[in-house]
């Protein structure tokens, strides 16, 4: 890769040339129709970036490259995050570069790190509907839905099933992570978790996983839900009582409460713990997925407290 005197890549966060559209920039200001607006006519990549950050110039012509190949089926929108930090506030996010897929106007999938140019095809393929093996597939789904349904047994028996033939693949690994997490095997979880490869440790699927684990940890040696209830009922006020109940909730499976809870730190006190609150927020929204329903609300919810 070439780089500058100043050590930037050559043409790292620049729009493309005259009249390519498919890599532009956006600010604040025109993230709507950039990004939300254009999102209903094609899938939209945003790349979260700024100019000191050197996984960032690695990453920039890599997805540049990737989503010139698509010919117009895919756009990518460049925001650095120094001039225009609003949205990546309200979005929650702690690193970069991160890269977010939106579609019809809602964040579908998304990536943290600079990815190898292999990774990155295959994340715009698998946005695009690209090739996949459909029976695997719907093997893959039946154990999801398993997971979503609460029988944890009979969806890690699907997961191993298919790490049995494809040791590589990423979603039975961490489909079976989380299944372990929930199951409360989490020494088997930390087990199957570093089977995932050096070279995927930021891809999305392995840091949900990782994600879902740290927080069971977490509250594994929490005390009972009755007892942590009956603290934060005493006293209100007692932001440590309030976050080990929400981490206590978010380990029986009641999410929603749980991020009630630690939103209410949040708008109580944001600089309790340094921030504790909004980032453990935060790493609940990388457990659980940037499209699930619960995390595309809660960023909301969580904007309106800090831009309130």
Not at 92 to 101: E, F, L, N
Not at 105 to 131: K, S, T, W
Not at 270 to 288: C, H, I, M, P, S
Request: glycine content about 10%.
């Amino acid at each position: 890769m070439l780089f500058n005197q100043t050590g930037a890549q050559a043409g790292a966060g620049k729009t493309g040339p005259a009249g390519d559209e498919a890599v532009t920039e956006t600010t604040t200001q025109t993230f709507m129709a950039d990004v939300m607006e254009e999102s209903k006519r094609r899938p939209v990549l945003v790349d979260f970036w700024a100019p000191w950050c050197g996984p960032c110039k690695t990453l920039g012509p890599i997805i540049e490259k990737a989503v010139r190949a698509t010919k117009g089926k895919v756009k990518l929108v460049k925001m650095n995050i120094d001039e225009h930090p609003a949205i990546p506030g309200k979005l929650g996010i702690q690193s970069i570069p991160t890269v977010y897929a939106f579609v019809n106007g809602q964040p579908v999938d998304g990536f943290m790190g600079a990815l190898p140019e292999g990774q990155v095809n295959a994340f715009i393929e698998r946005l695009l509907g690209g090739p996949a093996d459909a029976g695997l597939e719907e093997v893959l789904a039946s154990g999801e839905a398993a997971l979503a349904e609460g029988d944890v047994a009979a969806a890690a028996e699907i997961f191993a099933a298919v790490l049995a033939e494809d040791e590589g693949n990423l979603k039975a690994l961490t489909g079976l992570v989380r299944a372990q997490v929930q199951a409360g095997a989490l020494e088997q979880a930390k087990a199957t978790l570093a089977m995932a490869p050096a070279d995927k440790q930021n891809d999305p699927l392995v840091s949900a996983a990782g994600a879902a684990l740290d927080v069971a940890v977490q509250a594994q040696a929490l005390g009972d839900l009755a007892s942590l209830a009956a603290q934060v009922e005493r006293d209100p006020a007692d932001h440590q009582a309030r976050f080990d109940f929400a981490l206590a909730l978010n380990a029986k499976g009641r999410r929603e409460e749980a991020l009630a809870h630690l939103l209410d730190i949040v708008k109580r006190d944001r600089a309790w713990n340094e921030d504790g609150a909004r980032k453990q927020v935060v790493q609940l929204f990388e457990a659980w997925g940037p499209t699930d329903p619960l995390t595309v609300s809660g960023r909301k919810k969580l904007s309106a407290i800090l831009f309130a």
